[in-house]
């Protein structure tokens, strides 16, 4: 089902001012959907568009059916938002706050609290959330603001930057709790990071963006698949590489070097290869590398398959 | 459950349960957030030592009502003592120290701490926030200034005042109170929310409000030396306790406390208007601000 649609979409912050987004097409399902970007690229614009919060300039977008310019208040009755920066009072306890802010979102006063001490539970702030939220760390703060998130049972919920600030154990537990949201409580999720690499272990699908522009949308394995590039490492002489690089050359296989390792591109299979023509030519390519590192007498240390990795998308598509 | 397993931060594994219930309308949100507004300027709902302030502040503008009563219930003084406009005008320094502590509570805290970003991703959009903001701290404002001239009321009707008699006195205190919480809540609502830092928040406050009414009393005593009575008479809206006062005063009939009235009915009339329209202005003011702050 598609949860969020969006064609055209633009917004600029001024007339002048080069577009925070710009003519984004793109259609978002269940599960858990990953919006990557550096710094700037528009993720917290798009997120404020989807909310009604800010107009677009041009093009139209829905939510879960509602249209963003004329749906705003449906929109938000339905959707669950967490902000990429703070916004929990210090001086309020975490559970009155969740109580308060499930209270605001439309729920009876009994459902409230119910639902506050479930979804507390739920991230994980089950212990503390008698506590004044002033005194939280990082990992709770966010936590807490993923329960008000949850608090009303939203039909979809926009997290901004969930694991921002977070140390990496307890960035693993917010990405395994977005998982879980997605996948187990059955909500739709749409997640924000300017982590590249983060997100691609728990979303379903992801949504490149690069200054405003869609670069990529695409299920995540399309990312993960194989790309038949094999990564080398060599010892021996100090010009081991090189040599190892010439001698490749020599074979009629492009190498570059990267870091310590040399990268080889895939052999180019006919179009019409099926899987186990590419398997095949894999196996022949290491097979050539193993007699080549022979030949030169330079020690092989590894020879592996590159999946491939978000960073790659940016490696290819934008120009340095 | 098992409690060890929450301490390293390891979600349990309860099913998630989904909510069919029924959900309120928008009336019905205004309604329990400005419930909670108000209680929030009482300490409700925040850290316990949040309400020592406003309990203080409220003991301390009880003071005189309840001594008053003491006195004509055992001294059996009568009933003159019941000045109810005097009690707006002597408690004025109270309900600023009041106002100034509590509004950083509705708008300093929320701009400030970045929850209005979740209140505006609610329901209720930034205008109806802003003014049920504002009407939270009015109703707070009205709990405070009502609940003494109340004692004094029901106290000296216990203690043999006339109710026939007593009733238009202490109508026109209450209108008065209504009319000084309306316009100080905009005050202090346009301060706080501009000042997002506490303590700035409570020293503008206290500068605008207690200030303005000094200014506004040595401007109006400059004027009426001077001879010019009207333009005096206009000064009242630099400050809304010099205004109520003035204005109950010509309205209501009561003596002016503060400063002398004007003699014109409809000069009094004229002034709560002008003071209701710019009232209307500091709103418009107001809800520009959480606007702004919603993208
Ligand atoms: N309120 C604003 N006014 C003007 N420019 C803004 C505003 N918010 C964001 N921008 C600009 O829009 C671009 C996208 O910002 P943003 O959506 O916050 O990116 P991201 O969330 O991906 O980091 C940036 O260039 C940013 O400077
Ligand atoms: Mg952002």
């Known amino acids: 089902m598609t949860v969020i649609q969006t064609r055209g979409l633009t917004k600029r912050y001024g007339s002048g001012a080069p577009p925070a987004l710009a003519d984004l097409t793109v259609d978002v399902a269940d599960g858990v959907t990953g919006l990557v970007g550096a710094n700037g690229a528009g993720k917290s614009t798009l997120i404020k568009l989807l909310l ?47 109580v308060h802010m499930g209270r605001v979102s439309g729920l009876p006063a009994a459902a409230a609290r119910e639902r506050a001490a479930d979804v507390l539970r739920h991230v994980g702030l089950a212990e503390e959330r008698y506590r004044l939220m002033g005194g939280y760390s990082t990992g709770m703060k966010q936590r807490a603001k993923l329960a008000q998130a949850l608090v009303h049972d939203p039909q979809l919920v926009l997290l901004d930057e969930p694991t921002n600030g977070l140390d990496p154990a307890a960035r693993d537990d917010m990405l395994a709790l977005v998982q879980r949201i997605g996948h187990d409580f059955g909500i739709p999720v749409l997640v924000t990071s300017h982590l590249l690499g983060e997100l691609e272990r728990v979303s379903d699908h992801v949504i490149v963006l690069d200054a405003g522009r869609l670069l990529r949308s695409e299920e995540t394995q399309a990312f993960l698949a194989d790309t038949g590039v094999v990564l080398v490492e060599v010892i021996g002489a100090a010009d081991a590489q090189q040599r190892m690089g010439e001698a490749l050359a020599a074979r009629g296989l492009v190498s570059r070097p990267r870091g310590s390792l040399i990268e080889i591109d895939p052999v180019t299979l006919p179009d019409d290869a099926d899987g186990e023509a590419a398997t095949r030519a894999h196996d022949q390519l290491r097979d050539v590398v193993r007699d080549t590192a022979a030949d030169l007498g330079v020690g092989l240390v590894r020879v592996q398959a590159q999946t491939g990795r978000l960073e790659d998308v940016f490696r290819e598509e934008v120009p340095a | 459950m098992s409690a060890p397993a929450e301490r390293t931060g390891v979600i349990h594994d309860i099913g998630y349960r989904r909510y069919a219930g029924a959900r309120m309308s928008s009336a019905g949100i205004a309604g329990s957030l400005l419930a909670s507004g108000v209680l929030a300027v009482f300490g409700f709902g925040r850290s316990g030592k949040a309400k020592i302030l406003p309990f203080v502040l ?210 009094g009339w004229l002034l709560v208007s002008t003071a209701l329209a710019l009232m209307a202005v500091g709103l418009l003011l107001l809800i520009r601000r959480y606007r702004s702050k919603g993208a």
Not at chain 2, 69 to 74: D, Q
Request: aromatic letters at 8%; one cysteine or more; a negative charge.
């Open chain 2, 58 to 267: 409220l003991g301390m503008t009880m003071v005189p009502a309840v001594v008053m009563v003491g006195i004509m219930s055992f001294i059996g003084l009568d009933a003159g003592l019941l000045n109810y406009a005097s009690y707006n005008a002597g408690s004025s320094f109270l309900v600023v120290l009041f106002v100034a502590a509590q509004a950083p509570v509705l708008f300093s805290r929320d701009l400030r701490s970045g929850v209005i970003s979740l209140y505006l991703a609610r329901p209720l959009g930034a205008s109806a926030f802003a003014l049920i903001r504002w009407a939270s701290l009015v109703l707070a404002i009205l709990a405070f200034v009502l609940t003494p001239l109340l004692v004094l009321f029901i106290g000296g009707l216990s203690a043999g005042a006339s109710f026939t008699e007593e009733l238009p006195r202490v109508a026109w205190a209450l209108a008065g109170a209504v009319v000084l919480a309306l316009l100080v809540a905009t005050v202090a609502a346009l301060v706080s929310s501009w000042t997002l830092r506490r303590g700035l928040a409570i020293a503008g406050t206290i500068m605008v409000l207690l200030v303005g009414l000094g200014v506004t009393v040595a401007l109006k005593e400059t004027l009426f030396f001077e001879g010019m009575d009207t333009a005096a008479h206009w000064v009242s809206l630099l400050s809304p306790f010099a205004l109520v006062d003035a204005v109950t005063a010509v309205l209501g009939g009561t003596d002016a406390q503060i400063t002398s009235a004007p003699e014109s009915v409809a000069t």
């Open chain 1, 52 to 98: 009604g919060l800010l107009a677009p300039t041009s093009g139209s977008g829905s939510v879960l059916g509602h249209d963003i310019t004329a749906g705003g208040e449906a929109i938000r009755r339905a959707v669950g938002y967490m902000p990429e920066h703070d916004c929990l009072p210090p001086d309020m306890r975490c559970i009155d706050f969740v």
